[in-house]
């Protein structure tokens, strides 16, 4: 079975673009969450979507949104990038939403986006 | 955000030592877990802490969850090449699952 799967891999922009990340959770997993992850730091929550609809969001600006689609699968939306958006974006899933009966959270491998 | 102090920084050790870093809070969590990460890679969990005072095993690895539930600790006995990496603690507050408040990560590298 495949894990949590996130495209584009590798991304560069330059500040002031816009940029689309997308994750594929494991197969009925129906939580998304993504992180972002500054080199040389643990990751940081940025938003969680369960059954289409955001159930958390972080301490992150506007420029950052997020959505989640009917099979479960999510977009990242970060807009007018700035040079400090440069990170490894992580997507996790897990089958649901709280953390009872010792569920899971499982991480992709990111998205590595640099800012030029 | 919530700050998760996470010791030591790097660890440089020989092949077969054992190993033993931590994890503190200021908050009460109610889940401890410990991930690895490869370069380019994503987090890996090793092991999930459940219950305050509880001891978990898996292979070489042994963590605990602090009686007060704002501290854990990670040992790896008789370290290997392999078993290096980032190494991060993270905490779950309340039931909410997939938000995890992440320490800083300890470096491990081990010599043969």
């Known amino acids: 079975d495949a894990g949590v799967t996130q495209s584009p891999t590798h991304l560069i922009k330059t500040r002031g673009q816009h940029v689309t990340l997308r994750c594929s959770p494991i197969?009925?997993?129906?939580?998304v969450s993504w992180y972002q992850q500054v080199l040389g730091q643990g990751p940081q929550f940025i938003f969680q979507y369960y059954e289409k609809e955001e159930r958390g969001r972080g301490n992150f600006p506007d420029r950052f949104s997020a959505r989640q689609f009917p099979n479960y699968s999510s977009e990242l939306n970060v807009n007018a990038l700035l040079l400090g958006d440069s990170a490894l974006y992580l997507c996790?899933?897990?089958?649901?939403?709280?953390?009872?009966?010792?569920?899971?959270?499982?991480f992709g491998s990111g998205t590595q986006l640099s800012v030029l | 955000g919530q700050q998760l102090n996470q010791s030591p920084q790097s660890m440089f050790i020989q092949e077969g030592e054992d190993v033993s870093m931590n994890c503190t809070s200021s908050?009460?969590?109610?889940?401890w877990l410990w991930y690895k990460q490869d370069p380019g890679e994503g987090p890996v969990l090793l092991i999930a802490l459940y219950k305050a005072g509880e001891l978990t095993s898996n292979g070489r690895l042994t963590a605990q969850f602090g009686i007060t539930r704002k501290d854990s600790f990670l040992n790896i006995s008789a370290s290997i090449p392999s078993d290096v990496g980032i190494y991060f603690c993270a905490g779950q507050r309340g039931s909410t699952l997939g938000r995890l408040y992440f320490g800083r990560g300890t470096q491990l590298t081990v010599w043969p």
């Open positions: 197969s009925g997993h129906k939580s």
């Open positions: 908050s009460i969590f109610n889940t």
């Open positions: 996790a899933s897990s089958s649901i939403f709280t953390g009872e009966n010792n569920e899971k959270l499982f």
